[in-house]
């Protein structure tokens, strides 16, 4: 966040917040980031309804951590605010209107939204890349508004139709559900699995939940607050360790996390997004383990990877098998070999 010369935040360049443009009334309302702590309840006009879109009521929408950092710094990482913007893509309905090509959904459904829309029409989106697409558009980030709203329009075939036995509070969640789900299937969580998670905000402590589910054995969590890894105990870590930010507490700490775990690290999700915990990361995963990144908090690290890419999994039986087939190249291929040497 820029800090201007007598300590008040100085808004991101461009910014601006013209009220005159938020008087018309649409019948529909939203909550808008206006400044720096500041968020309004204002006119929101929704985008006309497609024949492939649903209109939805919304019922429930969480409230993340990014939607957090709009509010206070104005910014999420690189993105900053242009204007104001409606926060929220943890979000659930109900359908009340359907575009006239829609088939998979009806009037009264409750459905939980997903929240990137892509192109559909790069190469990224045509071998299942969604999430590169140069051009998606994703709720709550600009200059796409959130679904913090009354009632918003969405493409039909991201809405997922809630089962009877999940309520809409749940469906909302889906969103932070997903990033646990992808991330323990990054990291090839398993029956037997040893799990350690740094940071036990919400996507931890999901990530805790998730891993249980696909068999994890046994679960540790880390963070600086105290009262977060109480929560994670309830929730049904196996044991939490309290660290600080202090750099020169990093090796005491490694040797607690490692005494925790009882046995080795197969794998860590990080889910803080700094140099230090990443680093934590890299230092106590056992050697040829997995470490997931999932925090985002800082945009530049810095981080031992030398001597990380020394412990990666594929080492010596590789290595054996691609001598024989650069041999087999060298019989080959005498011509090239003999203007290489």
Do not use: W
Request: with cysteine.
């Amino acid at each position: 966040m820029d800090i201007s010369v007598d300590s008040k935040p100085r808004l991101p360049e461009g910014y601006a917040f013209v009220p005159s443009n938020y008087e018309q009334h649409t019948g529909n309302l939203a909550v808008y980031v206006c400044g720096f702590n500041d968020v309004r309840i204002l006119p929101y006009q929704m985008q006309p309804l497609g024949p492939e879109d649903v209109r939805i009521q919304m019922k429930a929408v969480g409230i993340c951590g990014s939607d957090v950092h709009y509010l206070k710094h104005m910014r999420n990482s690189r993105i900053a605010l242009k204007e104001p913007m409606v926060l929220g893509h943890e979000s659930a309905g109900i359908v009340v209107e359907t575009g006239k090509l829609v088939k998979n959904l009806v009037i009264g459904d409750r459905v939980a939204l997903e929240p990137g829309i892509p192109c559909n029409m790069c190469s990224f989106c045509k071998q299942g890349s969604n999430n590169l697409c140069r051009g998606i558009k994703f709720f709550g980030s600009p200059p796409t508004h959130g679904a913090l709203a009354q009632q918003v329009v969405h493409p039909a075939y991201l809405c997922h139709k809630l089962p009877d036995n999940v309520s809409l509070e749940e469906g909302a969640m889906c969103e932070p559900l997903s990033v646990g789900v992808h991330a323990c299937r990054r990291a090839s969580i398993q029956a037997g699995t040893h799990v350690l998670i740094l940071g036990a905000g919400p996507i931890g402590l999901t990530i805790m939940l998730v891993a249980r589910a696909f068999g994890a054995v046994r679960v540790v969590l880390t963070d600086i607050d105290e009262k977060r890894l109480s929560t994670a105990r309830e929730l049904g870590a196996d044991s939490t360790v309290l660290v600080s930010s202090d750099e020169k507490d990093c090796d005491g700490e490694y040797q607690a996390i490692r005494s925790a775990m009882g046995g080795l690290i197969d794998a860590t999700f990080e889910c803080v997004g700094t140099t230090r915990t990443m680093t934590t990361a890299l230092k106590v995963t056992k050697s040829g383990g997995k470490v997931c990144l999932v925090g985002m908090l800082h945009d530049k690290m810095t981080l031992p990877l030398t001597a990380a890419a020394a412990r990666y999994q594929d080492g010596d039986s590789k290595a054996r098998r691609i001598y024989k087939s650069a041999g087999s190249h060298q019989g080959r291929s005498s011509k090239d070999k003999g203007d290489l040497l």
